[in-house]
């Protein structure tokens, strides 16, 4: 059973840095294609980073393109996402995802195309 486990989450000051991390657990290599996404109090879930496995490429959202980063680590089995000059405006429950069908183009964001999802880790940013 394919499970996704994050973690990294808390809470910090506006300015500050976090890594969220994102194992998976259950499923033999690497996911084509896995994506952050974000829910805050009161708000639809959206779509935050999103990265293809095989060649790297990185999409974001437009608020976070010059402070978030995506990365995975294949050996690890491990999606990561660090984050840079946190706003208070980033607070929420952060989800990986994945998925093997990666012709979403720049649908990427929607969260009709990933299979499976972890549990969430909060992030609250202060001002």
């Known amino acids: 059973q394919v499970q996704l486990v994050e973690s990294g989450g808390g809470s910090v000051q506006g300015g500050a840095s976090v890594r969220l991390s994102c194992k998976v657990f259950?499923?033999?290599?690497?996911?084509?294609?896995m994506g952050w996404f974000r829910q805050a109090p009161g708000k639809e879930r959206e779509g935050v980073a999103a990265?293809?496995?095989?060649?790297?490429?990185?999409y974001y959202l437009g608020s976070v393109r010059d402070r978030f980063t995506v990365s995975q680590d294949n050996a690890k089995n491990t999606l990561y996402l660090q984050m840079n000059s946190l706003k208070p405006e980033d607070t929420g429950i952060y989800y990986c995802?994945?998925?093997?069908?990666?012709?979403?183009?720049?649908?990427?964001?929607?969260?009709?195309?990933?299979?499976?999802w972890g549990q969430g880790t909060q992030v609250t940013v202060a001002s």
């Open positions: 995802a994945t998925t093997n069908d990666c012709r979403f183009g720049s649908q990427w964001s929607a969260s009709s195309w990933y299979d499976y």
């Open positions: 259950g499923y033999t290599g690497n996911f084509e294609c």
């Open positions: 990265i293809y496995i095989s060649d790297r490429r990185q």
